[in-house]
Nanobody
């Protein structure tokens, strides 16, 4: 099992940057698929970026070239560096993990463990 706690959200102007972190406890971290997801008001939760236990990343088309997902194994932390932020990136961002993802790594239905979320607001 794994316990996930997100941090790093906040408010920023368009074009700015934020770095989200997800502290993970539990042995599952080292062999899990992990990802970042977001949900804006009135919209479904969507995948942003994911990474497997070997460090191979996957990104949603909407964030490619702007966001970078990474793992710091020494700190058991999942990170998301977000650059060139746009107002449409405004959402609650969630960290998630699962020991096995059979389908799309950015499909939230494939993840069983979730954090509480951190809010990101981008103003124009």
């Amino acid at each position: 099992q794994v316990h996930l706690v997100e941090s790093g959200g906040g408010s920023v102007q368009a074009g700015g940057s934020l770095r989200l972190s997800c502290a993970a406890s539990g042995a599952l971290y080292y062999r899990a698929y992990m990802g970042w997801f977001r949900q804006a008001p009135g919209k479904e939760r969507e995948g942003v970026a994911a990474i497997d236990s070997r460090g191979t990343p996957s990104y949603a088309d909407s964030v490619k070239g702007r966001f970078t997902i990474s793992k710091d194994n020494a700190k058991s932390t999942l990170n998301l560096q977000m650059n060139s932020l746009k107002p449409e990136d405004t959402a609650m961002y969630y960290c998630a993990a699962d020991p096995y993802v059979a389908g799309s790594r950015t499909d939230p239905d494939n993840y069983g463990y979730w954090g509480q979320g951190t809010q990101v607001t981008v103003s124009s």
